[in-house]
């Protein structure tokens, strides 16, 4: 026969049992927890990558030593447009570092230079990205289905399409997404503040 707790006495079980649902519901939120901070760190390395800018050759816009985030899912989910910056392998020699350009002409375009001004189509394009312009001249290019036409920020020091040409779409990376180092090329910390080669 169990003898009941004389007055005064409390029984030690409830208080224990207290103790073993919140370890055990503790345990149940640190397992969710970390499962949600794998999922997370395999979703950010399957759309994001890292990426060193090196090289002049995207100057003003990225500058040697900056790390971008790279968007290898943007062109899965559409198709690149004119004016984005890609990061892509060089199609003479795929095992080298990923270069760095900007998009400016799109399949099946003809593409001219004409000292440094650059035409789609017959018409001179507007381009805000460039402030250091070529002086040279390159023969109007009919784009094929899948290639792009890319040239760096910095015309007067870059090795791009009016080099070696067309730009094969399966080559590309993504786009440039974010630029994540030095902090001073963050908008808001840059307003407050007073490795993909560029390939040249």
Known sequence: MTAE???????????????????????????IAILIGVALF???????????????SMEPTYTNGQRVWVNT?????????????VVFHFKYRED?????????GLPGEQVEVREGAVYVDGSRIDEPWTTR????????????????YVLGDN????????????????????KVWITI??????PLIGRLMPRATSGA
């Open 73 to 85: 899912l943007a062109y899965k989910l559409g198709q690149p447009q004119r004016g984005d910056v």
């Open 5 to 31: 707790p004389s007055p005064g006495e409390t029984s030690a079980e409830p208080h224990q049992l207290h103790l073993g649902r919140v370890a055990a519901n503790f345990a149940r939120d640190l397992v």
């Open 155 to 174: 015309r007067a020091n870059s090795s791009d399409s009016h080099i070696w040409g067309a730009q094969p779409e399966d080559l590309i990376m993504g």
């Open 96 to 104: 080298q570092e990923p270069f760095i350009k900007r998009i400016i």
């Open 133 to 148: 312009p070529a002086s040279y001249s390159k023969p109007p290019m009919r784009l094929g289905p899948r290639e792009y």
């Open 42 to 56: 395999a979703l950010i390395r399957m759309t994001l990558q890292h990426v060193l800018v090196e090289g002049p």
């Open 181 to 186: 180092w030095p902090p001073s090329s963050w």
